[in-house]
Antibody
Framework: EVQLLESGGGLVQPGGSLRLSCAAS????????MSWVRQAPGKGLEWVSA????????YYADSVKGRFTISRDYSNSTLYLQMNSLRAEDTAVYYC???????????????WGQGTLVTVSS | EIVLTQSPGTLSLSPGERATLSCRAS???????LAWYQQKPGQAPSLLIY???SRATGIPDRFSGSGSGTDFTLTINRLEPEDFAVYYC??????????FGQGTKVEIK
């Protein structure tokens, strides 16, 4: 059974940093592209970032480019999102999601984690 | 970037009725690469439909998807109490897929 377990959310001041983690199990982690998708309170889904299965290719939404960095660690099957220069508008539940289809992030999400809440406020 | 517009924003129906949700793309979605997700309150989204019309594993056949090009539809026949939720469409014709629709809430009338 595929499991994605996010952690690392919390309250942070504007301008601060936070690193989110997503522990993956139940599938061959290195074989699948992964992504972060966020949802602001009461709002819809917003794609944030993606990384290929082999980790060579990364992609970012314009709203986070230059501030967020996605990475993955194969030794412990964990996906990360390093978030710097946080703003109030980054407040959201952040979901880790697995792409269907393999190394390239070009299909739909077939598995989602339960999410971790990030609140940016002074 | 392809923009997805879902309508209506909210659908008020009774259990047993049929729900028809629309997702319109600003340009043609290649290969009918459109997915639908269901999100219940306090839960993560989950995959319902991919390839515009293929049901994901374990999804009951009262859920069906159709459409191509720029117009797509999710139909839920005979609404069950557990079907009242928010539904999002997503296109994956561009890599990586970046856009979701804004969602349609199906609520109990």
């Amino acid at each position: 059974e595929v499991q994605l377990l996010e952690s690392g959310g919390g309250l942070v001041q504007p301008g601060g940093s936070l690193r989110l983690s997503c522990a993956a199990s139940g599938f061959t982690f290195s074989s699948y592209a992964m992504s972060w998708v966020r949802q602001a309170p009461g709002k819809g889904l917003e794609w944030v970032s993606a990384i290929s299965g082999h980790g060579v290719s990364t992609y970012y939404a314009d709203s986070v480019k230059g501030r967020f960095t996605i990475s993955r660690d194969y030794s412990n099957s964990t996906l990360y999102l390093q978030m710097n220069s946080l703003r109030a508008e980054d407040t959201a539940v952040y979901y880790c999601a697995k792409y269907y289809g393999g190394n390239s992030p070009k299909y739909y999400f077939d598995q989602w984690g339960q999410g971790t809440l990030v609140t940016v406020s002074s | 970037e392809i923009v997805l517009t879902q309508s209506p924003g909210t659908l008020s129906l009774s259990p047993g009725e049929r729900a028809t949700l629309s997702c319109r793309a600003s340009q043609s979605v290649s290969n009918s690469y459109l997915a639908w997700y269901q999100q219940k309150p306090g839960q993560a989204p989950s995959l319902l439909i991919y390839g515009a019309s293929s049901r994901a594993t374990g999804i009951p056949d009262r859920f069906s998807g159709s459409g191509s090009g720029t117009d797509f539809t999710l139909t839920i026949n005979r609404l069950e109490p557990e079907d009242f939720a928010v539904y999002y469409c997503q296109q994956y014709g561009t890599s990586p897929p970046r856009t979701f629709g804004q969602g349609t809430k199906v609520e109990i009338k």
